[in-house]
């Protein structure tokens, strides 16, 4: 799933406007709370490394808010964040389409 949320992203290297970055745009907030790592100049596989350890928190959390871990939860937990109960349209497309390159052959 998480190659599949990197193909969502698609941020070909770019800063988000929040400072989002890697091919996951992990905020920088977020990547701090899981490494030491300094975000901006991390190489790609530390940024995966740190992605699917923020995945398995996200799904922790699914889990503790009795919510299924599925690709679809999990895509929206990425976007919106763990705790959001508030789900836009925008998350859903989202979700649809990392769900959609995670189920590809």
């Known amino acids: 799933m998480i190659d599949a949320i990197a193909y969502a ?8 406007a929040k400072g989002e970055f890697s091919d996951w745009q992990i905020m920088p907030s977020t990547w701090y709370e899981h490494t030491r790592i300094d975000l ?3 190489n790609y596989y530390q940024q995966r490394t740190v992605a ?10 699914l889990e503790r808010r009795h919510i299924a871990v599925t690709p679809h939860n999990l895509a ?25 390159y995670y189920t590809l052959p």
């Open 52 to 61: 699917l350890v923020i995945m398995r928190h996200f799904a922790r959390i």
């Open 9 to 16: 992203e698609r941020s070909h290297g770019k800063i988000g």
């Open 76 to 100: 929206v937990a990425w976007n919106a964040g763990p705790y959001a109960t508030n789900i836009t349209t925008l998350t859903e497309l989202y979700a649809y389409r990392a769900n959609r």
């Open 40 to 42: 901006y100049t991390s």
